[in-house]
């Protein structure tokens, strides 16, 4: 068993679905071609999966999945892109000046099992992947 795959086993979501939101997000990714996913666990801080497309040059990853832990009760998402690899048509957003890895990026929170987003973030996810290649 993988890291990703003993955290997303032993995670006890609170209710939230934030859980099942991640493993949709997770799924997802998976259905790339040429895309590697990196795991990285910060416990108290943060659980992040960071997608990187086999031809990317320049960067490492086209987007970043974060189970924000600051809370492990009440545990959230935060999905990050650099801004310019998406489009945000429905400003859904926050732009972070340098906020992905030094560069200008865009988040998406979501604090639970919500579909209308979940499939928005799984278009821009598609998207990003598309754009990864330099």
């Not at 400003?91 to 890895?101: E, M, Q, S, Y």
């Amino acid at each position: 068993m993988t890291a990703l795959e003993q955290f997303v086993s032993e995670w006890q979501d609170s209710g939230s679905g934030a859980r099942q939101a991640f493993e949709e997000l997770l799924a997802h990714m998976k259905t790339f071609d040429h895309t590697r996913m990196e795991f990285v666990a910060r416990p108290n801080v943060s659980y992040s999966v960071r997608p990187g497309h086999a031809q990317q040059d320049k960067r490492t990853l086209f987007a970043m999945v974060d189970v924000i832990d600051d809370d492990p009760d009440n545990r959230w998402l935060s999905v990050c892109f650099y801004g310019d690899m998406i489009t945000d048509p429905d400003d859904k957003g926050d732009l972070i000046p340098g906020g992905l890895l030094g560069e200008d990026g865009y988040c998406f929170d979501l604090d639970g099992y919500d579909a209308g987003q979940l499939a928005y973030l799984k278009e821009r996810l598609t998207q990003a992947h598309g754009n990864a290649p330099e």
